[in-house]
């Protein structure tokens, strides 16, 4: 807004906010100038002349109406809550089975369920070392463990998120369990949330299971086949969590997360389906770091850029196109393991800064995050936190409280300019899958990452009981580390074996054989083969070795 | 009479278990070839006994240079081949050469895990080597390393390096057969292949090649090597390392090549050590040129700084006053 | 940085054993090592102990760094075990990451030099791993007699 017209508007204006800045300027000592995570500067003050609502209409509108920079619905949280849809897994199934179980009589409606690292890594229980496994997830290899695993679960009548990667076997197993009960699969509903390869390629190389092309194959089978079989099913996650928590800044991890969408949405019509058929079923997964006015300010900013972009350069013509659906985890990233109970209040702030940015679900994270898989009892405050939020703070009652704010809406709109331009970037590098595999999106997050750990080293950027109010650091609680039950681990391989032994064999033969002529036909569809495979038997490793032999075996690229 | 290698050391060489490097090297011991690696890299005294000591050894195995640029799949194909190798029963060596960070020394040597069908097989011998300020883009020693793997009873030597500087004039030097991998992938042609390489391959790889784009690779390199100044028939290979399709013509095209091989290897080793000398000389003259004190060099330089001579005169007259 | 520097170089494997995937950390004090003049091989997470074993015997590793997160740590005993019947007990080990206090007294009796917690400065880290490398090339330097 220019000096006269906010002259005009708001006479006394300049001489109000001259008289101000000598004031502050004469008392502040040594000013220096501050730059948030995504290194854009930060004033001390914000006033109309940085932003005054004249673009309202076109920049915010209403919620539940384009460009959606309020809120993607009309009601928001005051109408229907978010989602509160918490991770778990650990142990073997029927650990997991005892915690679900405590979440749904807690009157919850979704359930997470998080796999075994010797899962993402694509093998069976039987193929490691007992100790390390089920401490960080579930070990579910076959239909009969997600049986186990799920026993008294409604399946039609609960949201699931399957944590778990290509080539998807997890929702292959529930699929075939569903059949089992009766349970139609036009009644099952969730989502993939680790459907998105490249940020597994880019900067999470343990979820990174197939080469870049047999990915981005069993993908596009993935989400032709949910679109026959599982209208329910969001099969599109994509993920902005592993590039932040990899050390992007809020900025670049919305662009590069944007991108990737641009990119899957376009192969998707390249595979000659729909855009706003597709576009329905795309959800995004995202960190929310501490940095508590730049996540606000990413999340509007990025809902503004979707919408635009999807009507724009897509083409979508359907409302439910144009929505930046999104779940957010708070940062785990964040959390230290010194003073742990201080995380209480860390990611206090974080869901704060996700609920007022209008997320459609939220995972708050286990003050003990940092060291452990949580105990029932700090996943129990973790849940508290959202319902204190809530309940309590009425966090709920206004849609977009920070709207209107002039520094907010300044930070939205200048961030959303950075992210226009990287995504220009990414664009002129030949999108994203390209950008990924050049090594282009790793060397940007890994600067990122350096620069952020040389100003914690340095003091510059400070976290508390880490290089500062560190007086506090006791020694640790002296209760031994909990560790799953090494006999009942033991006992779950030795029961695996006996059911390796004792299926049909000529089975498994068939469909491992389908699988593989699948894979080796552009015609086919693999996805629809790894159901059958998994109602026929087959093993999570078996799976996915045979696909890593077709498709390749996925190496990241490390670029250090 | 020649100075016999003194008793102490030899003695120096031996291992606490008592027996000779050189001799478990030359029984294949592993750990002895990776030692002697290390050693010949340090460029010392005891390196240039023990080279002397295996030279004798060396020439058995048949040595491939892979060169090709970043994103190409190189190490992926040569885990394929390698795979094709010990198929049939052949032991490997492999140096795997990346650049040093020219201003800390310091390096990332990530090559190795991409071979990752063989990271437990004792009959793939990988050895990751930094280029330590080499400013060919190879490392000085690497010859040596060549040599020692030789020596130690492996039957395929292959040398791998991004190729960048001059290094694929080194590998060519080295390697019996040279091999230029090249992949459709960045949307650009394969016009940005530097053409020294293209003068050094003995066999041309297309990667990736079920990509769209991979014919026209092809032809475009095919149109290219009608450039070549010795019009040699180069043949092409298109692949697909990561399903290990074409991997069998590979090796069966650089068994061909390695068959109808007549340069012999001493020839290689003059030409290297006639390049050697040549550079070593210059660093000495150009080190005694710059630091050269007294009357007659000091009017040449005024003379040449006034531009009454010229730079290349100059040069004539001073390397006649170091003598 | 630059003080302090070996020649010739350390040679340090940095990788991660186990089933743990996140490998933000490692990359980091890679490319801290690197920059502290030393050549640093890097491997991706999910490397078996046969695997390592064979990559330090060829590589000629002055030092292995494990980075841990979850429970690796609680097999790297079985790893140092595999080194030194590979004749690789010079080998140095450091375990940098999150190791719960009461796991730490069985690592430092299996042979671990040191254990780095998430707190650990880039100076610490190099001086640490820089001391164990000199160790271990006079070890070496020693059972070869004097290298020139």
Known sequence: MSQEAVQLSLPGFEQAHGRWRTEYDRQIGTDRAIKNRSRIEIKPLYTPRDWNGDAFLDDLGFPGQSPYTRGIYPTMHRGRTWTQRQLIGLGTPEDYNKRVRVILDAGATAISLLPCNSGFRGVDCDEVDPVLLGTCGTVINTTDHMDRALDGVPLGRISTAMNDPSPFTLLAFLLAVAKRRGVPWSAITGTSNQSDYISHFIANHMFYRLSLPGARRVLLDHIAFCRTHLPGWNPVSVVGQHMQQAGATPVETMAFTISTALQYAQDCVERGMDIDHVLRRFTFFFDISISFFEEVAKFRAGRRIWARLTRERLGAKDPGSWRFKFHAQTSGVDLTEQQPLNNIARVAVQAMAGIMSGLQSLHTDAYDEAITTPTEETARIAVATQNILREEAHLCDVIDPLGGSYYVETLTDQMEREMLKLIGQIDEAGGMYKAAETGLIQGMIGQSALAFQEKVESGEEKVVGVNCYQDGNSAPPARPTERPDLARMDAHIARFKVFKEQRSQSDVDRALDALKRAANSARENTYERIVEAAAAGVTHGEIVRLLRAELGFGHPLVVV | MDTPLSLSDTAREKSPTGSDIVERLAAGDPAALARCISLMETGSAAADRIHRRIVPKTGRAAVLGFTGAPGAGKSTLIDALIAALRAQARTVAVAAVDPSSPIFGGAILGDRVRMRRHAEDSGVFIRSVASRGHLGGLSESIHRIVDVMDAAGRDVVIVETVGTGQSEVEVAEIADVCVVVNAPNMGDDVQAMKAGVLEIADVLVVNKADLPLAQRATDQLRDMLKLRHDKRDVPIVETIAIKDTGVETLLATIGTLLAGRTSDKQKARERRARRLIAQAGSRLIYDRLRDHAGGEMEDLIKAAASGEIGIADAAQRALKVIG | ?148
């Open chain 3, 1 to 148: 940085m630059t003080a302090g520097k070996l020649s010739p170089p350390a040679r340090v494997l940095v990788t991660k054993i186990g089933l743990d995937g996140h490998d933000r950390g490692s990359r980091i004090v890679a490319a801290y090592l690197r920059d502290a003049g030393m050549e640093v091989i890097y491997t991706p997470p999910w490397q078996s102990i046969p695997a390592v074993v064979k990559l330090a015997l060829e590589e000629d590793v002055d030092v292995i760094g494990i980075s841990s997160l979850a429970t690796d740590h609680l097999i790297v005993p079985k790893l140092l075990d595999a080194l030194r019947a590979a004749g690789l007990g010079h080998v140095g080990m450091i375990v940098g990451g999150i190791v719960p206090e009461d796991e730490r007294p069985a690592l430092l009796a299996a042979g671990v030099a040191a254990i780095l917690g998430p707190g650990s400065s880039r100076d610490e880290i190099i001086a640490q791993v820089t001391a164990l490398a000199a160790k271990v090339q006079e070890t070496k330097d020693a059972e070869l007699g004097e290298i020139a």
